[in-house]
């Protein structure tokens, strides 16, 4: 391993290798397939950063986030190492260049996101690349079983196949058993090796509450924790909400969501790794990539999707090992919104068949006929005029998409968004009344709430209608405003459209892949119930991540809610058993000897069971004995 350790030290700088990193460096350089179970923010990119520099040749890397994957290749470059990445939504001409200058030898290191495998285009130049290592970031995306599957991680079988005598590591902190099963299956391990350090989190304090003031439990939390923290929610809104919230109490706090625009994204995400705030509200948008050792607290303010994904994001305090508190402020009646989401998720198939039946009607399209066709379709308006609810038609199409009868466009899950970055008294001074521009606006704020704290989906003919204009002359106008920076619009990315993959038929004849259904439900429901598990649980907080992790727990952390309320009943336990020792002490010293009735008569029912095991150890111990029917002290 000196090769290791001198390249760890010239390239990065540390000192030592983190534990689990070494095992798997080794087991990986010695040309096995490796599968690395380690926590997040063990450092796993190291695991194939360093026997990529170490051996020859190049190595190829998997990564689903391009935010990551990018984050890497420039950190290698300031190394001084040559890293490349290939993403979706490139120039062709870039990836060109990359992938003829790795067939060159020119690069050390080169990502690809999953979707560029399943293109033919780089295929024949990988397979002429020396390869060293396929290396498979969050490998459980590979799996049905995990919570983050991507259909595309499928294709990176064919890596193997291009390159047979490559070994693989596959890299991950999912670790629930099936998953670790399914990564070597997918990935074709031969005789593959697990390496994996324990899941157990010494140092964090994990704490359910149910509380109804949540906001006050969360202000509490953060004044407690008495540093950095990270609270999740689920709703964008909600991030702004709350971030409002501490604020207005004195805490400095910014809001973080997916629909922020990226240069905002990464100055708050940045402002807040340089401590210049120490709150970020965030949805789990943020996470991913951070890398902030002093997070005291991270708290949830709703129930996550999956124990793994809560684990994730929890651990993400507390990384420099000092004492710090992950708090889960859910209840029963979160428990049931998550059940109700379930429901949502899943729509029974007659409603799914209610949807199909609906849309030949509202696009009229004949039975029989429509194949191969593209509809506009506006979710909203069908929604309302077949009065099913919007989210149960998403979800619908979601399911029929699957079957394969149906295509959806893009923006039909995804419709076009404003939000107005000038401040209302802003806009009211420089606006000019009776403009084009200033009835739009009005009708904006009109229309859409919290449009100026963040954005907000809107619809073009909906402006259209309300201002009394055609449809491209708002398109232009937003597009106007855009520009001159007083607000923000974000286009549909194309037109919301349906195609009909076959012709119309009876919706009862549409077939279903009913176990892939039946699997994706009970994986859904078995994720609710982990949860479910994790929250009621009696014992030991980090013992139901160990037992859900397949691992063998140990002694209790004493740090965890359930720990702390142990320790607080013993504690109280030695109390009384104190008070009683003395009372027990004064009796035998007052009297020439007592019998058990007299005894009896001196205690409430209730303290009696306890005194009775005093007398039992003092009997054992020989400090008391029985003469004549009496108890006295032995001495
Ligand atoms: P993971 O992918 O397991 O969540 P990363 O690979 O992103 O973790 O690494 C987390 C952080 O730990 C990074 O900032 C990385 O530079 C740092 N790190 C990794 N290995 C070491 C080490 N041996 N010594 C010090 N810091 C390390
Ligand atoms: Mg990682």
């Not at 029929?400 to 295509?407: M, Q, V």
């Not at 010293?589 to 005194?611: A, C, I, K, Y």
Request: with cysteine.
């Amino acid at each position: 391993m000196g090769k290791a350790h001198q390249i760890l030290r010239k390239y990065w700088n540390y000192q030592d290798f983190r534990p689990g990193q070494e095992p798997v460096i080794q087991s990986v350089m010695e040309g096995r397939d490796t599968l690395a179970l380690l926590p997040t923010g063990a450092g796993k990119s190291l695991c194939y950063q360093v026997p990529a520099l170490a051996c020859e040749g190049m190595t190829l890397v998997v990564s689903p986030l391009i935010a990551l994957m990018k984050d890497q290749v420039d950190h290698l470059r300031q190394c001084g190492v040559q890293a490349e990445a290939i993403y979706s939504g490139m120039d062709h001409r870039d990836i060109d260049r990359i992938l003829d200058n790795a067939v060159l030898g020119g690069v050390k290191l080169l990502y690809f996101s999953p979707e560029r495998l399943q293109t033919d285009l780089a295929e024949a130049r990988i397979r002429r690349m020396q390869v060293n290592l396929i290396a498979v970031d969050e490998a459980h995306c590979i799996s049905q079983w995990g919570y983050d599957f991507r259909p595309a991680y499928l294709g990176i079988a064919r890596l193997r196949e291009w390159h047979p005598d490559v070994p693989v590591l596959a890299l991950t902190a999912t670790a629930i058993p099936e998953v670790v099963q399914d990564i070597q299956e997918k990935l074709a391990f031969r005789g593959g090796r697990v390496i994996r350090t324990t899941f157990l989190r010494p140092n964090l304090g994990f704490m359910v509450e149910d509380r109804s003031d949540k906001e006050r439990a969360m202000e509490e939390a953060i004044r407690e924790c008495g540093g950095c923290a990270i609270v999740y929610v689920r709703s964008r809104r909600k991030t702004e909400e709350y971030a409002r919230y501490l604020c207005d109490r004195g805490i400095q706090a910014e809001a973080f969501h997916a629909g922020l625009p990226p240069e905002l994204r990464s100055a708050r995400q940045e402002g807040w790794q340089s401590g210049r705030f120490p709150v970020m509200i965030a949805t789990n948008a943020f996470g991913m990539g951070i890398d902030k050792p002093d997070v005291r607290l991270v708290a949830h303010m709703d129930l996550p999707d999956s124990l793994e994904a809560y684990y994730q994001e929890a651990g993400r305090a507390g990384r420099d090992g000092k004492p710090s508190v992950a708090l889960l402020l859910a209840g029963a009646a979160d428990m049931n919104r998550l059940q109700q989401q379930f429901e949502v998720q899943f729509p029974a198939l007659t409603q799914v068949r209610q949807v199909y039946r609906a849309l030949g009607s509202a696009l009229q399209v004949p039975y029989g006929s429509g194949e191969g066709e593209s509809y506009d379709l506006d979710v909203q308006t069908f929604s309302r005029q077949f009065q099913i609810p919007a989210h149960t038609v998403l979800a619908s199409l979601r399911i029929l998409e699957e079957a394969g009868w149906i295509n959806v466009s893009e923006s039909v899950y995804r419709p076009a968004t404003v939000w107005i970055r000038s401040s209302p008294q802003v806009l009211h001074r420089t606006g000019q009344p009776g403009s084009a521009s200033e009835e739009l606006l009005t009708a904006l704020q009109r229309t859409y709430q919290g449009i100026h704290q963040m954005p907000v989906p809107v619809r073009e003919q909906d402006l259209a209608r309300l201002t009394g204009r055609q449809y491209q002359e708002i398109v232009r106008l937003l597009t106007h405003l855009d520009q001159t920076g007083i607000l923000r619009y974000v286009p549909r990315k194309d037109k919301p459209q349906l195609t009909f993959r076959t012709a119309r038929m009876d919706a009862d004849n549409l077939t279903f892949d009913l176990a892939l259904l039946d699997f994706r439900k009970e994986r859904a429901r078995e994720r609710i119930r982990a949860i479910r598990r994790y929250m009621e649980a009696q014992v030991c907080r980090q013992h139901v991540f160990m037992a859900y992790f397949g691992e063998e727990p140990g002694g209790p952390c004493g740090r965890c809610d359930r720990c702390l309320a142990a320790d607080a009943v013993g504690q109280e336990r030695g109390m009384k058993r104190k008070a009683l020792v003395a009372r027990l002490d004064q009796l035998f010293r007052q009297g020439s000897g007592l019998d058990t009735t007299r005894l009896r008569q001196h205690f409430t029912h209730e303290e009696w069971p306890m005194v009775r095991d005093i007398l039992q150890a003092w009997s054992d111990e020989g400090m008391i004995r029985e003469s004549k029917g009496q108890i006295l002290y032995a001495g």
